[in-house]
């Protein structure tokens, strides 16, 4: 995708992008790459910079997840993802999350889906909304290992299991104060 918009011109090279402004705009992806030797990392991280709000995004789905849990409760998906965008908020103000835009709610939706794929969680219709709850085999130990494991994805990971667990803290407070 890179190298379709360089060769159409339609991004601009900036100075921290290894190049100079207004050069060659019709490059092939041999120049390209060439080009890029000089410059080991910037694309990828450039490309670590477009993924990580998604990875924050389902690091927040993850954790609200953890709403499930007690009482093997079953949530709709519409206040399930209400709930994981108001924690997102929390936790983006206090400096938890990087990413403003992880708390979307397309993204968040299509966590839940993803979980619903990896067999995590089960939707079902609860008076004819459509609800979210936790798989009948899924412990919350699960839930807990999957979270470090995105968790271990995410730009700045939780140092600690304790610091997990101060951000599933974020989902109980905000489930106390919402009284959900």
Request: one cysteine or more; proline letters at 3%.
């Amino acid at each position: 995708a890179l190298s379709r918009m360089l060769r159409q011109n339609q991004a601009k090279e900036t100075p921290g992008f290894c190049g100079r402004r207004g050069s060659s705009p019709n490059l092939s992806s041999a120049e390209i790459s060439e080009r890029h030797q000089n410059c080991p990392g910037m694309v990828f991280e450039f490309l670590c910079h477009l993924i990580f709000p998604f990875v924050d995004s389902y690091f927040l789905a993850g954790l609200g997840l953890h709403a499930l849990v007690p009482n093997r409760g079953v949530m709709s998906e519409q206040e399930l993802v209400g709930l994981t965008q108001g924690v997102g908020e929390l936790m983006y103000f206090d400096g938890q999350i990087d990413h403003f835009e992880a708390i979307g709610k397309e993204t968040l939706v299509n966590a839940f889906a993803v979980f619903v794929d990896l067999g995590l969680c089960i939707k079902t219709r609860v008076a004819g909304v459509q609800s979210l709850k936790l798989a009948h085999d899924v412990e919350e130990a699960q839930v807990h290992d999957m979270l470090r494991q995105i968790d271990s994805f995410r730009k700045v990971p939780s140092r600690s299991d304790v610091g997990l667990s101060q951000n599933i803290e974020y989902v109980q407070t905000y489930m106390a104060k919402q009284k959900m």
